[in-house]
């Protein structure tokens, strides 16, 4: 809240020196202060103003200006207690200030000295108290000691707010105002929580997706997310790169979050799967940690294979006008990594996903021995939920029933307020459970057979597609690739690398297919 005053906005040029301006002993100015939690007390500046008034009447003092101060949470400093300093020294002939109390007056010890250095006859109204340099010196140790009372109750203060915080973070609840695709509410047991905003949640979870296809660059995405109708919540205005890479890197998005220098696990909604937000993390390294050179031509493989010598880049060149081949950056020193073809390049690709391959036969004994028995867990996890939820139904009728008894006065205060926290606590330790075993469901064995049956055509479709096409592909699938002596080393991201593995696992050494009862494990 901006200072509030009397008279007109005063001017600080051409002011006399306390020199050349005499004092005028019945001039004065007034402050009041109080903060957004004291105003929920009761407290009001208006009481403060009325006492201070009375007492400038009483002293036959003449108030030139009134100062004002309403802190809030989202405020930093005190403009109108700058603005009555600066008032004050473009002022000389006003040396008198009416303030409630010392703890209004000053919050550390640099408010102490600056309002020291005016040199004012102070009124510190309701503690009977006017101090100045003619004052006794019992009265200046008792203000002293004072100020060092108010430091230590702002100090104790702030000291308790970072335990509240510090203890919200680690029972998993966001402890700040909720970021961009979430919005702050207060829950049905009466704490603050953050949950998806209906609006910029989806937009949150469409940028992700995008930059994730490795299609887009910041500039435009950030292009793509104005068009579609990203913006600040308030002020409307077009989110910006920086922006972008920040929300790009927030953990908060995948239900952790990062508080004072550690990681929590929350317990509200995650808008990105991990597995996007690694594969974004992984990009946005990628590019800071590469910077190629432009080239004129798009090559299929470039900055995707690194040299199994060296480990610097593979990058394409044309030669003869119409061949491709592929060869170190050498940015290391000499290489003795040969050129090699794309073509040569290319079939090794698609030999290597040949390993995401399902023959026909496995994926109908998925269908057939898996799928029914993931239903039957996830009928189990349901009913464990279901049992969960009916239990916090019964926590909060209790709850219901104490509060009765203690309007009643069957309970006292102490005995309501021990019990009542017991039930909280017992929730909350329910919500933890729930959240935990929702966060650890997979997602229905229906779907990844869909996956698996989509990834077992990897190798084939992969020769048919132009290269903008191929580099997409392995760019979904591909963790990292290598180049040595003509032979190339895949290795491939989750859950494709497990896919691969249980693939391999099912066969025999002459590749043929064998099913045995321990492969159901491979593959779950």
């Given at each position: 809240m901006k200072a509030m005053t009397t008279t007109t906005p005063f001017r600080s040029r051409n002011v006399a020196s306390p020199i050349q301006m005499k004092i005028d002993p019945t001039a004065a100015v007034l402050y009041a202060r109080v903060s957004s939690k004291e105003q929920e007390l009761g407290y009001s500046i208006c009481a403060q103003q009325e006492l201070l008034r009375g007492d400038a009447a009483q002293h036959s003092l003449v108030l030139q200006q009134e100062f004002v101060d309403v802190e809030t949470a989202k405020t930093a400093g005190r403009p109108g207690f700058n603005e009555m300093v600066a008032y004050l020294r473009a002022h000389p002939a006003c040396r008198v200030l009416l303030v409630e109390k010392t703890d209004r007056l000053y919050r550390n010890f640099k408010d102490y000295?600056?309002?020291d250095d005016l040199d004012l006859k102070i009124h510190f109204v309701k503690e009977g108290i006017v101090l100045s340099k003619e004052a006794r010196s019992s009265d200046k140790f008792m203000h002293g000691i004072k100020v060092l009372m108010a430091k230590n109750y702002i100090d104790n203060l702030s000291e308790e707010v970072r335990k509240g915080l510090h203890t919200k973070a680690a029972q998993g609840l966001y402890p700040s105002f909720a970021p961009l695709g979430y919005m702050n509410m207060t829950s049905p047991s009466g704490k603050q929580i953050i949950v998806p905003c209906l609006v910029f949640g989806p937009m949150?979870?469409?940028?992700?997706?995008?930059?994730?296809?490795?299609?887009?660059?910041?500039?435009?995405?950030a292009q793509k997310a104005y068009a579609e109708g990203f913006r600040f919540r308030v002020s409307r205005n077009k989110v910006?790169?920086?922006?972008?890479?920040?929300?790009?890197?927030?953990?908060?998005?995948i239900g952790d979050f990062d508080y004072a220098g550690k990681t929590y696990q929350g317990i509200h909604e995650p808008l990105i799967d991990r597995t996007t937000w690694e594969r974004v993390q992984e990009i946005l390294d990628g590019r800071q940690a590469k910077k190629h050179r432009k080239v004129t031509h798009d090559f299929a493989f470039s900055s995707m294979v690194t040299c199994g010598h060296c480990g610097c880049s593979l990058?394409?060149?044309?030669?003869?006008?119409?061949?491709?081949?592929?060869?170190?950056?050498?940015?290391?020193?000499?290489?003795?990594?040969?050129?090699?073809?794309?073509?040569?390049?290319e079939k090794q690709f698609a030999a290597g996903l040949h390993d995401l391959v399902i023959p026909s036969p496995v994926l109908a004994w998925l269908q057939e021995q898996l799928i029914s028995s993931d239903l039957t867990e996830r009928a189990a996890c349901d009913?464990?939920?279901?049992?969960?939820q009916a239990e916090l139904e019964r926590g909060e009728r209790r709850l219901e029933v104490l509060y009765d008894d203690r309007l009643d006065g069957r309970i006292d205060a102490r005995a309501y307020d021990k019990r009542a926290g017991e039930i909280r606590q017992q929730q909350d330790q329910v919500r933890r459970r729930m959240s935990e075993r929702q966060a650890a469901e997979l997602p229905p064995v229906n779907q990844a057979v869909d996956v698996m049956a989509l990834a077992s055509k990897a190798a084939e479709l992969f020769v048919e597609q132009p290269g903008a096409e191929q580099q997409k592909l392995l760019r979904l699938v591909l963790e990292?690739?290598?180049?040595?002596?003509?032979?190339?080393?895949?290795s491939f991201r989750k859950p494709f690398s497990e896919l691969s593995v249980s693939n391999r696992a099912t066969r025999t050494n002459?590749?043929?297919l064998q099913l045995v009862e321990g492969d159901s494990g491979n593959w779950r």
């Open positions: 000295v600056t309002i949150i979870t469409k940028l992700y997706q995008w930059f994730a296809s490795a299609e887009y660059s910041l500039k435009e995405l910006p790169v920086t922006t972008l890479h920040k929300i790009l890197r927030k953990r908060i998005y990058v394409g060149e044309i030669k003869k006008g119409r061949y491709v081949y592929y060869h170190c950056t050498g940015y290391r020193g000499k290489c003795p990594e040969r050129y090699t073809r794309e073509e040569v390049l009913q464990a939920l279901r049992r969960d990292n690739a290598s180049w040595k002596g003509g032979e190339l080393r895949m002459d590749d043929c």
